[in-house]
């Protein structure tokens, strides 16, 4: 380290190698340094730069936070919807979810926040063709409010198929919990639909991510 007569300080000579600062804090330490081999400059946490890396600035001015909340999962079809009745769509495969936010068919807010929600939810109603529903809407149900994204009258296509989708910014305190919900009520008849999904793919989903 190197103090210039115009008072600044230059860390390092040029030489490629790592450099770093440590924060050495009671309970936590913190470090913020340039991984000199990929030209990222990193913050994260403990003292070893490159370990628990919290935010990564790359020299394109990408910035990547790849411990930030956010979450894909994916319902794999065959669920039974009750006519006209709320329910709760399952939550079969987690592409991805990092910091493990998503149990019990339920995304649960780490941190008091804005989070964005989005979601699909495909309904097959059954053999035949163009199906008349009366009303069918997706609700994000969280526990400050609500969000409702509503289709009024619908027809399925040519598979007997339809969908509702939706996305949305939602104020979420810490430990606050979101779950998504389908209802659809089918023109003069009481039997059940099922959830249109994918082993694999996301057909009815539901996704999110921490803003700020």
Same mark, same amino acid.
């Given at each position: =380290?190197?103090?210039?007569?115009?008072? !600044?300080?230059?860390?390092? $000579?040029?030489?490629?190698?790592? #450099?770093?600062?440590?924060?050495?804090?009671?309970?936590?330490?913190?470090?913020?340094?340039?991984?000199?081999?990929?030209?990222?400059?990193?913050?994260?946490?403990? &003292?070893?730069?490159?370990?628990?890396? /919290?935010?990564?600035?790359?020299?394109?001015?990408?910035?990547?936070?790849?411990?930030?909340?956010?979450?894909? +999962?994916?319902?794999?079809?065959?669920?039974?919807?009750?006519?006209? $009745?709320?329910?709760?769509?399952?939550?079969?495969?987690?592409?991805?979810?990092? @910091? +493990?936010?998503?149990?019990?068919?339920?995304?649960?807010?780490?941190?008091?926040?804005?989070? *964005?929600?989005?979601?699909?939810?495909?309904?097959?109603?059954?053999? &035949?063709?163009?199906?008349? *529903? @009366?009303?069918?809407? =997706?609700?994000?149900?969280?526990?400050?409010?609500?969000? !409702?994204?509503? @289709? +009024?009258?619908?027809?399925?296509?040519?598979?007997?198929?339809?969908?509702?989708?939706?996305?949305?910014? =939602?104020? =979420?305190?810490? @430990?606050?919990?979101?779950?998504?919900?389908?209802?659809?009520? #089918?023109?003069?008849?009481?039997?059940?639909?099922?959830?249109?999904? /994918?082993?694999?793919?996301?057909?009815?989903? *539901? &996704?999110?991510?921490?803003?700020?």
């Amino acid at each position: =380290m190197a103090l210039s007569k115009a008072g !600044l300080v230059q860390i390092g $000579t040029g030489v490629a190698a790592d #450099r770093s600062i440590i924060f050495d804090g009671n309970a936590q330490d913190w470090h913020i340094g340039i991984d000199d081999s990929a030209d990222d400059l990193t913050i994260g946490l403990g &003292s070893t730069l490159g370990t628990t890396s /919290h935010i990564v600035i790359d020299e394109a001015g990408h910035v990547n936070k790849p411990l930030q909340t956010a979450f894909l +999962a994916h319902n794999d079809g065959g669920d039974s919807i009750t006519n006209a $009745t709320e329910t709760t769509i399952a939550l079969d495969t987690e592409i991805f979810d990092v @910091n +493990a936010d998503v149990a019990s068919d339920t995304f649960t807010a780490p941190v008091t926040g804005k989070y *964005f929600l989005s979601a699909q939810v495909r309904l097959d109603a059954g053999s &035949s063709a163009n199906t008349r *529903f @009366n009303r069918v809407y =997706m609700e994000f149900q969280c526990s400050n409010r609500g969000a !409702l994204f509503e @289709n +009024a009258q619908v027809y399925t296509d040519e598979d007997d198929r339809m969908g509702v989708s939706g996305a949305i910014v =939602m104020d =979420m305190d810490a @430990n606050d919990t979101a779950v998504l919900r389908i209802f659809a009520s #089918r023109n003069g008849a009481s039997g059940a639909c099922t959830t249109s999904g /994918h082993s694999s793919e996301p057909v009815t989903f *539901f &996704s999110g991510f921490l803003l700020g």
